[in-house]
């Protein structure tokens, strides 16, 4: 091959790469669910963001592995069980569940992706959007909900990342850090507790004008993982949940002595949501 077609050849491959490009950012689920333009995105926040989840995946999968050192809370008349453990003065819940046929295992992993398929089995839950995507599996998520006793809307940004394990195992991870949304509201810097190299992750967040005033409440997830996998004659699912600012699942201005066992059963309440799976995927 001569230096003229060498020069063709790679003309076409830039070209080509630059086509894939623009597929990927018009196909990308940002476009759908986020009512703003994506920040440019600096190739090291992305690289940043890919090593956080990397950890939060590694601790995730030590608390997911067992239960030797949690305790439990409640059994349900399925025979769903969850427990609780203390990690670094935060609570995490963990709950496991069956759901039939192994058919339904990609449907119940498109729907725990979707950032709008908490719709399916939350009451509480409004809107999900991805103001940010690093690559197909790994984006920056919004969700918001209602808060359980008034009509306050609470919101949360959070690392999330889609990890196939093997061909029958999927991971799907959340994790908060102090990201910088434009947040009118007087919150404290955030710590995250169970992921320590989230805790120097600070991108910007082109956010909406009502979290930008300050009407809605912002809330953290510390970790949030959902291992699923596929059996022989079912799907196995793994729940793991630590979360902050609890309160504010009751009401904004609940006052700090509310007893901690209502607080515990509102946060009880909203980690059982997950077993609904199980009548969404009944067959």
Known sequence: MNKRYIKIALALLSVAGYMQNVAFARDSPSSPNSPNKQLPIDPEEA?????????????????????????????EDDGTILYFKKVNNVEIGKIELTIPNPNNYNDVV???????????????????????????????????????????????????????????????????????????????????????????????????EDIRNGDLYKMYVHLVAVFIKKEADCVKVTYISSVSNIKILIEPNAPSFVPSKIVKKILVKKILNITKLKDIFKN
């Open 47 to 75: 690289k940043q963001a890919s090593a956080i989840m990397s950890e939060a995946l590694a601790i995730a999968q030590k608390h997911a592995e067992h239960t030797d050192d949690y305790e439990e809370y409640s059994k």
């Open 110 to 208: 498109n729907m725990l992706w979707d950032p709008n398929g908490a719709k399916n089995f939350d009451d509480k839950f409004i809107k999900g959007s991805i103001p940010r995507v690093y690559n197909p599996n790994l984006v920056i998520i919004q969700q918001r909900y209602k808060s359980l006793m008034m009509s306050w809307q609470r919101y949360y940004h959070a690392l999330a990342n889609k990890v196939e394990l093997s061909k029958d195992q999927t991971a799907l991870i959340l994790v908060s850090s102090n990201m910088n949304d434009h947040d009118g509201g007087n919150n404290k810097k955030y710590v995250n507790p169970i992921v320590e190299s989230a805790n120097s992750f600070k991108p910007d967040i082109d956010s909406e």
